[in-house]
């Protein structure tokens, strides 16, 4: 068996790579070779280039893991030759034609809904005054005022781009599921994760379970790599 020496990082909408820096500090310390993909969020197409331009550049196989919508963009860029494995993190895992939009077009009732603000130039964010509770519940309130002013806009294109070949179709995933998370709602995870065959590890954590609990994110990613 070939050993997977390579993880890549892809992070969600609002946020930038540097939630995953817990989570690359516990496997950098395993040795574990990683890159964080820092993608636009602008567009899947251009989420999903901007992540097969860092694995082109590995020298081996790679675990590919997204959190939440990055989710979407491993599930298109993860057919590139170097993915060996996936791992969701309270992530979308779309379908041949789904998108994020698709994804959350019919919550579950009594569902959660995500405080996200009337598109503005194509371009969305959160209500900051309700940040903490819906994205990261289980962060000091100083931390997730900090994210809440940090705001990355993510663009209307990245929720409608539509994935056409799903990769967890042909290659093992894993996924952890956030059991307290108000973004999306953990009944939502269990069924895209029972749907891609994934290995489903539960983690009582909000939405930002990489950020409040590196950890546990770690263990899901190792058990990919293994």
Sequence with gaps: MTTIDNIVLVHGGFVDG??????????????????IVQNPTLSLQGDVTATRQVLD???????????????????????????AALAYIA??????????????????????????????????????DKFHGAFAADLPAESAAFMADAQVPWGVDALGGAVTEPAWRHKPSWYLVATEDR??????????????GSTVVEAVGSHAVHVSQPAVVADLIRQAAA
């Design 18 to 35: 540097s939630g995953w820096q817990g989570v690359y500090d516990e496997l950098s310390r395993d040795g574990f070779r990683i890159r």
């Design 91 to 128: 992530a979308f895992a779309p379908d041949k034609g789904e998108s994020v939009n698709t994804l959350i077009a019919d919550p579950p009732p009594g569902a959660p809904v995500p405080p996200i603000l009337p598109p503005r130039d194509g371009f969305l964010l959160l209500d900051r």
């Design 183 to 196: 973004m999306i709602p953990p009944r939502a995870q269990r069924v895209m994760a029972e749907r891609a």
């Design 57 to 83: 550049s590995l020298d081996g196989p790679a675990v590919l893991v997204g959190h939440s919508y990055g989710g979407a963009v491993i599930s298109e860029a993860g057919t590139h030759s170097n993915v």
